[in-house]
């Protein structure tokens, strides 16, 4: 079983900013993607930024530019530094990875999700 638990967020006012955590724990025997999603209310979960397999980085649209996404491997923990937040961005934002657990005699492959961390701006 791996988990993940986001911390961070909260309530901040129009432009300023937010460092959200994702820190991964259990028999994890390594990360191969790990990214942030959000759902605001009535609206499906969308990507906000993302390390993928390959290496690279992905960010919304809507962020590019404010955001920025980072990883701590050593401490298989992940970051979102938001700035410049504006209304449209307040959502609930959960942490994703994927990888493989368990020892190397018997990886298994997973996918989990945080609980999530509610992010409000509003004046």
């Known amino acids: 079983q791996v988990q993940l638990v986001e911390s961070g967020g909260g309530l901040v006012q129009p432009g300023g900013s937010l460092r959200l955590s994702c820190a991964a724990s259990g028999s994890i025997y390594g990360i191969t993607a790990m990214g942030w999603y959000r759902q605001a209310p009535g609206k499906e979960r969308e990507l906000v930024a993302a390390?993928?397999?390959?290496?690279?980085?992905n960010y919304a649209d809507s962020v590019k530019g404010r955001f920025t996404i980072s990883r701590d491997v050593a401490k298989n923990t992940l970051y979102l530094q938001m700035n410049s937040l504006k209304p449209e961005d307040t959502a609930v934002y959960y942490c994703?990875?994927?990888?493989?657990?368990?020892?190397?005699?018997?990886?298994?492959?997973?996918?989990?999700w945080g609980q999530g961390t509610y992010v409000a701006v509003s004046s």
């Open positions: 994703n990875a994927e990888g493989y657990s368990g020892g190397i005699w018997n990886l298994k492959s997973f996918d989990s």
């Open positions: 390390f993928t397999s390959g290496g690279s980085t």
